[in-house]
């Protein structure tokens, strides 16, 4: 089955264990369309989307770590769009939880969000830190 976001170069930011997480992320992300796609029961996408939700906050805690360590001055604004997406992953889960049917809704808002997050904010911090590397 085809994916719904790809990987590509376009998506690296150049640290590698921050890559790899946003891997699994898009991997996390076309396991909600696959479930979709196979009319899979709404218990196993919300599961899913509770497995999304429990791998984003470990990766922003991991991102919002590195950039105090290296003392991003855009911190506090990166660890406001992370709060932004969960608290959208949150209200998308209560309302497939309620038997709301937004496939489509939750898939363009993940993919949207983070390849945009991944591509323009991320970039940003990954610049800043291999500029401010000895």
Known sequence: MKSFVAWNDALSIG?????????????????????????AA?????????????????????????QERYGYPGLEA???????????VKELDARIAAGEIIGLELLEFLSDWLTYHISIVDRQYADFIRSHEG
């Open 15 to 39: 640290i590698e264990d921050i890559d790899d997480q946003h891997k699994g992320l898009i991997a996390l992300i076309n396991d909600v369309w696959k479930a979709l796609m196979s009319h």
């Open 42 to 66: 709404a218990q196993n996408i919300e599961s899913i989307v509770l497995d999304l939700d429990d791998y984003t906050c470990t990766h922003f805690k991991e991102e919002e770590a590195l």
């Open 78 to 88: 990166h660890k406001e769009s992370h709060a932004f997406f969960i608290g959208k």
